[in-house]
Structures are given as structure tokens and as C-alpha cells.
């Protein structure tokens, strides 16, 4: 007979859930992370609700799991930050499957793994919803902070990855009949771009390889979890700057020939979120050392500008310029 998480309890729950934590880190009322001399905390939160963020029609357990630490993870890095652990906060009704919550923690901790992170503690309640709380913990130089208020009127903003792939996945999740001239590999590329999705914390040692002397200032940034659109106007709200995009600079899967119109192709670039992609302004030199040492799908896709809002631009003159704007991009209490 499969176990529903009522039959077992709270305790019993948290027997079976602490096995994915370092055993020294459990049973104390909270974690003590050690951090290195000269670094600062970066703390980070997320939450999850099933039928919002994740559905059993497009996302098993492990893959819930995972996307929800990768989101974290993501967060981290677009702050220039080294992970040390998470505590994750978990609301259940009462006849979830033990064994689904077994498997939605296998995926958190197969994605942690990755990058020698662990689930240090957490909360287990009941609720009516299945909610998932992750707060995330790192640790980063004082001087390497990336903050999204740094950008400045003459830096190039570069991508680090494709935009769009994640968007592309769900919709071929809930839409099996589309893109029927998709080879298999491409489909499955894009549906695992939306189930797996992977944190660039890989960029950092190559970005703090570059800036080989202590940079003049800080490098502008965030990830692109909310969309590309979104982290560009972001950035710019928070400078106070404005930019200008290059149209046919931004990187999309190659698979969106065989599938999309440009325009598609485009919306789901800009608009469709969940990549974790990194948007950093920097110095135009800086900017393509990085880009020539992450190859390929990093781009150079515009340029800080003096002003207030956010233009594509095509260079080729084949479509007019548009400005750019949040209300285009998922928004929650707006759907």
C-alpha cells in the first residue's frame, strides 16, 4: 500500500527528509554556516506553489525539486555569489505520497550536488496547497558584489545563454501536437531547457578570471528567470539608465526555425522567462573577453544609453523599433 504523508506524520516525514541533509548540520534550531574571512552573506528566497510554478502535467517530483534549487542557485549567482547550503520550507496537504515528497527532494539534491551544496534544515506544515519556501544561503567578496543598480550609461550588456528554450518546453508539454518537424533530439533539448534548467554560477570564476585587477566599479547584473525583457528594464529602472537592444544579437535555440515565426521565436526570447540565463553590463572590452571565453550562445545584445526605457532596435530596417515594457512579460496577480 502506498503511504500518504498522513499516515506517517510530521516526524516521520522529517526522518525520511533528513537524509538529504548533512547529518552534523540536523538537530539544532538552526544552521550555523561558516563563511571565509573577508566574505558576505547573500541570502535569497523563493517560493513555489503546485499549479503556479509546477504541475505533475509537465514537471515530475525530481524535476520540481530541481527547478526549484536551480531558481535559487540562480539567484545567487546573478548576485555574484558562491552557494553554502538551503533550508527548504514545504506545505502539504495530507494525502500527497510520501513518495512523491521523497522524489521532489532527490531532484533538489541531485541539482545541489552539482555545485557541493547541501539542504542544511528547513519546516514541514500542513497546508491546502502544496507549497515549496527555499531560502538559499552564499557567500561572496565584498568587492565582486553584482548589483542591478551598477550599469552605466556606455556598457555593453551581454547575455550569457539562449532565451527562450524554457518557454519553448513547456508549451511543447502542454502541447504535444506542436512543432511536428522537430527532430526528436531538438524536443527534447527544449522540454529539458523547462525541467532542468542550469544556474550559470559556471560564469563567475571565468568573469572574476577576467577581471584579473580589482574592476573601477561594480558590474551591473541579474538573471533572466522573469524573462530578458524583464532583466534589461529591471537593470535600467534601478541605474537609471536606459538601453538600446540589437534584434537579430539576441541568442534563440536553432530548433526555432523548424517551429516558430520570428516574431514567436522573438516573444518567447524576451518575454517567456524561466532560462536563468546571467544579464551583465560591462565594459565593451570586458564584455567581449567574456563573451569569447563562454562561446557559444553568450552575446553582446545592446548597450546602456543615456534616458528611461528599453528599445529593440533592427539594424537591417526590417522592423521598426519598439520599446520594451514589463506588462508584455508574465506578472503574478495580473494572469
Known amino acids: 500500500m502506498t503511504k500518504e504523508v498522513k499516515d506517517i506524520g510530521e516526524q516521520g516525514l522529517l526522518e525520511r527528509l533528513q537524509r538529504f541533509c548533512p547529518p552534523e548540520i540536523i538537530g539544532d534550531d538552526a544552521a550555523v554556516l561558516k563563511t571565509a574571512p573577508g566574505q558576505s552573506l547573500v541570502v535569497t528566497t523563493d517560493v513555489l506553489v503546485d499549479g503556479v510554478h509546477f504541475s505533475n502535467l509537465t514537471t515530475s517530483p525530481e524535476d520540481a525539486g530541481w527547478r526549484a534549487a536551480a531558481a535559487n542557485l540562480s539567484d545567487l549567482a546573478a548576485m555574484g555569489a558562491s552557494p553554502l547550503g538551503i533550508t527548504v520550507g514545504l506545505g502539504l496537504p495530507g494525502e500527497v505520497r510520501v513518495s512523491w515528497v521523497e522524489r521532489l527532494y532527490q531532484g533538489m539534491t541531485e541539482c545541489l550536488q552539482k555545485y557541493n551544496t547541501s539542504i542544511v534544515g528547513g519546516d514541514v506544515v500542513r497546508s491546502p496547497v502544496t507549497t515549496l519556501a527555499i531560502t538559499a544561503f552564499g557567500q561572496v567578496n565584498p568587492s565582486q558584489i553584482i548589483r542591478r543598480s551598477a550599469a552605466v550609461v556606455g556598457d555593453a550588456i551581454v547575455v550569457t545563454g539562449v532565451h527562450g528554450a524554457s518557454h519553448a518546453g513547456l508549451e511543447l508539454l502542454l502541447h504535444p501536437e506542436l512543432g511536428q518537424d522537430l527532430k526528436d533530439a531538438e524536443r527534447m533539448a527544449l522540454i529539458r531547457s523547462h525541467q532542468r534548467p542550469q544556474p550559470r554560477l559556471d560564469v563567475l570564476p571565468i568573469l572574476w578570471k577576467i577581471l584579473v585587477s580589482p574592476c573601477p566599479r561594480s558590474i551591473a547584473g541579474m538573471d533572466s528567470s522573469d524573462g530578458l525583457a524583464d532583466a534589461i528594464i529591471q537593470i535600467c529602472r534601478a541605474s537609471g539608465v536606459s538601453a538600446v537592444l ?9 530548433a ?17 522567462g ?5 544579464v551583465l553590463c560591462l565594459p565593451q572590452e570586458l564584455a567581449l573577453t567574456l563573451v569569447q571565453h563562454l562561446g557559444q550562445g553568450a552575446a553582446i545584445v545592446g548597450n546602456i544609453t543615456p534616458g528611461s526605457t528599453v528599445l529593440l532596435h533592427d539594424e537591417q530596417k526590417k522592423f521598426p523599433d519598439q520599446v520594451l515594457s514589463l506588462r508584455q512579460g508574465f506578472q503574478h496577480f495580473c494572469q
Open 274 to 278: 524561466e532560462d536563468f540565463e546571467l
Open 246 to 254: 540589437e534584434r537579430r544579437q539576441i541568442s534563440m535555440p536553432v
Open 256 to 272: 526555432f526555425d523548424h517551429w516558430l515565426t520570428p516574431e514567436q521565436a522573438l516573444a518567447y526570447a524576451l518575454y517567456g
